[in-house]
């Protein structure tokens, strides 16, 4: 049986069709074929709305088996993480991959939606790996906000690529490497 991946797309006008299928086109190819990446349209992208896309995402984790992985981007990873600290998935999940996701909180985005938490990395589900993929040119989240998601998710495993932009010139390579070397590992 191939292992799920769920990959939840960043918020924003065409960000499913003209911008994150190519981040998905990505992470399917450098996984394999003993992987199935799932990529299901947000409701409403172009305004993006934490209770329906936890909503939505709730719906979707419900269909995931034992050890999938989940992914986010950008506003969809922010969302995501939120969602998992407060309602996580009845499956264990593999990991929980975070790219480029803006933090809300102190320091970070502010959110009348999303409640900042300090203990963030607690409230996760217990024993999941916790990779967080950031670029140093990201000019729409800077890279600040990888350092702020570590401070309230100790556990999570940062990596800063150098030189790469929002959507990680839609190479993750990285992501793919770490989600194989977890699923060799486990």
Sequence with gaps: M????????????????????????????HLGSGYAVRYPR???????????????????????????????????????VNALAESPPDCALGAIGLIAVPFVGPGGWPSEEIAPRSDLGASLPLGVPVL???????????????DLYAKVTPQARVRR????????????AEVAADILRLGRAG
């Design 132 to 146: 967080i993929y950031h670029g140093t040119k990201d000019e729409t989240a800077p890279v600040a906000h990888a």
């Design 161 to 172: 690529l150098e030189g790469r932009d929002h959507q990680l010139n839609n190479d993750l």
């Design 42 to 80: 947000m409701p409403d992208e172009a305004n993006p709305n934490y209770a329906r896309w936890k909503g939505a995402l709730g719906e979707e984790l419900a269909k995931l088996n034992e050890g999938s992985v989940v992914v986010g981007h950008s506003l969809g990873g922010t969302i995501l």
């Design 2 to 29: 191939k292992i799920q991946v769920l990959f939840v797309q960043g918020g924003g006008e065409s960000a499913h069709d003209e911008w994150d299928n190519k981040l998905v086109d990505s992470l399917a190819a």
